[in-house]
């Protein structure tokens, strides 16, 4: 009961957390210096791909807490160390995805900050 009730809130949080950071056009604009033809329904996916994949093994990190060069060491490192624990229950992350979750976090890593 006590697990049931610790996981209901954690997906409460992280619901709430979801709402929180609205994807926008300006976003995808960023994002599309780097990334080009990015859309907001693409980051959008890499959102929704870090949420699901970063956070079953640990916390999840704002993207502005580290940079560009940082994530881009960080995600095909944690990839590899997801694919070794999750790769055996057969649901290992691909490239089109580790590639999702890249353009997420670089993109957000350099959003404005909010007031």
């Keep these: 009961?006590?697990?049931?009730?610790?996981?209901?809130?954690?997906?409460?949080?992280?619901?709430?957390?979801s709402k929180m950071m609205e994807l926008s056009n300006a976003d995808a604009e960023r994002g599309a210096v780097k990334f080009p033809g990015l859309t907001?329904?693409?980051?959008?996916?890499?959102?929704?791909?870090?949420?699901?994949?970063?956070?079953?093994?640990?916390?999840?990190y704002s993207p502005a807490s580290r940079t560009e060069p940082q994530w881009r060491g960080i995600v095909p490192n944690m990839v590899i160390k997801a694919n070794k624990k999750m790769g055996k229950m057969g649901m290992p992350i691909d490239s089109a995805v580790q590639?999702?979750?890249?353009?997420?976090?670089?993109t957000m890593s350099s959003a404005p900050k909010s007031k």
């Design 40 to 60: 907001v329904a693409a980051l959008t996916q890499g959102k929704t791909h870090y949420e699901t994949h970063c956070q079953s093994c640990h916390g999840l």
């Design 99 to 106: 590639e999702s979750i890249l353009r997420y976090v670089v």
């Design 1 to 17: 009961m006590k697990s049931i009730s610790i996981f209901s809130l954690a997906l409460l949080l992280a619901a709430c957390g």
